[in-house]
């Protein structure tokens, strides 16, 4: 089939998974298109709606979070969505598609308004990029939902969708991130990741702390924060510094233990890893149901912000090997709840569909 897969770099978990997708599909003999809806349909204005979206994440997370919460169960008006439904329509034209794949929710609501209005049957699944049952997802023009846990899946349903509709396959992530390989040996791997933009601790103090861990090497990957990694390469004798990096998954391998913002992405590529994980404590609302979702299935702590709160996280869970065997239990036993192929299997489905009819 040919696949157009539609998704936003509203932060890059959107774009991470849909290059997952496509990996997946186009290893199971399909064509794709992978798209940047609001890139696309808005070309001028589209980098300034991404660092509005940022700057109001980053800056003004209250607000944001005040939103989300508000509209948990009733959706909000999708900016534009007029104006992205025209343009949606002119490039289904250009590149006429067998079925649509959307990991963004206002993707999948374009998707389903331009069903609604244009009396177009062509098949739209969704692929949810957080652990959230947010009513944002949910669009009466959607086939299939890829949810990432039995928990989201039944919270749909509760919602009112169908279940033969919803198929549990976690957040998507490359093929690279598994547990082959997975280094044990030797001193403890610390891994730290700051996000994309490299959000990371500004005191030395911190730095200085980690560097001090008896018996633990650690290395930050600062993503596109060049003074962080400036700042931190060659400076300690136990911290290696590591700029923006395609090799996330070979030092996920190497590790024992990880500290990061507990992003859709990142959570699911530390489970397919089965790489134990400390979640820094998070403000966002997504975050948060994604940490409360680790936390209650044992393949989690959370790091307070607080600098010694966070290095005694670290400290309690690095050197305790029984703590860190089960996450990776709790990890293993998650991963054989979820399809990772479902992409695959959905569209399979919807094919035998197409040729019946």
């Not at 919270?155 to 969708?161: F, P, R, S």
């Not at 279940?163 to 396959?169: A, N």
Request: glycine letters at 8%; one cysteine or more; a neutral charge.
């Amino acid at each position: 089939m040919d696949i157009l897969i539609l998704t936003g770099r509203f932060g890059m978990g959107h774009w991470s998974a849909s290059q997952a997708l496509a990996e997946q599909l186009e290893a199971d003999g399909h064509t794709v298109a992978l798209t940047d809806l609001f890139d696309y349909a808005l070309p001028e204005l589209a980098p300034s709606m991404y660092w509005g979206f940022r700057f109001l994440v980053t800056r003004m997370g209250g607000i944001y979070n005040r939103y989300h919460r508000m509209t948990h169960d009733r959706a909000g008006e999708i900016l534009l969505a007029g104006l992205l439904e025209r343009r949606l329509g002119e490039l289904l034209e250009k590149v006429h598609p067998d079925l649509v794949l959307s990991t963004h929710p206002a993707c999948s609501g374009v998707v389903a308004r331009y069903k609604r209005d244009g009396g177009n049957g062509i098949p739209l699944i969704t692929c949810m990029t957080d652990v959230t049952s947010h009513s944002e997802w949910i669009h009466s023009g959607t086939d299939c939902y890829l949810v990432p846990s039995p928990e989201v899946g039944q919270a749909l349903a509760d919602k009112g969708v169908a279940p033969e509709r919803i198929l549990v396959s976690g957040i998507p992530v490359k093929n690279r991130f598994s547990p082959a390989g997975r280094r044990q040996d030797g001193p403890r791997q610390l891994l730290i990741m700051g996000g994309g933009l490299g959000l990371m601790p500004r005191k030395d103090s911190f730095y200085e702390a980690l560097n001090a861990l008896e018996g633990v090497h650690t290395t930050i990957l600062t993503g596109k924060n060049r003074r962080l990694y400036r700042r931190l390469a060659g400076k300690y004798e136990h911290i290696e510094a590591v700029p923006f990096t395609d090799r996330v998954a070979e030092y996920m391998a190497r590790a024992h233990l990880m500290l990061s913002k507990p992003g859709g992405i990142t959570t699911f590529e530390a489970i397919a890893a089965r790489l134990p994980m400390l979640a820094w404590e998070p403000f966002l609302e997504q975050e948060r149901e994604n940490a409360d979702f680790l936390v209650r299935n044992g393949m989690a702590r959370v790091a307070a912000k607080e600098e010694a709160a966070c290095l005694a996280a670290i400290r309690e869970t690095i050197y305790d090997r029984n703590v860190l065997a089960g996450m990776e239990r709790a990890m293993e036993r998650l991963a054989g709840t979820l399809c990772r192929n479902a992409a695959c299997a959905a569209v399979r489905a919807m094919e035998r569909e197409v040729v019946c009819a």
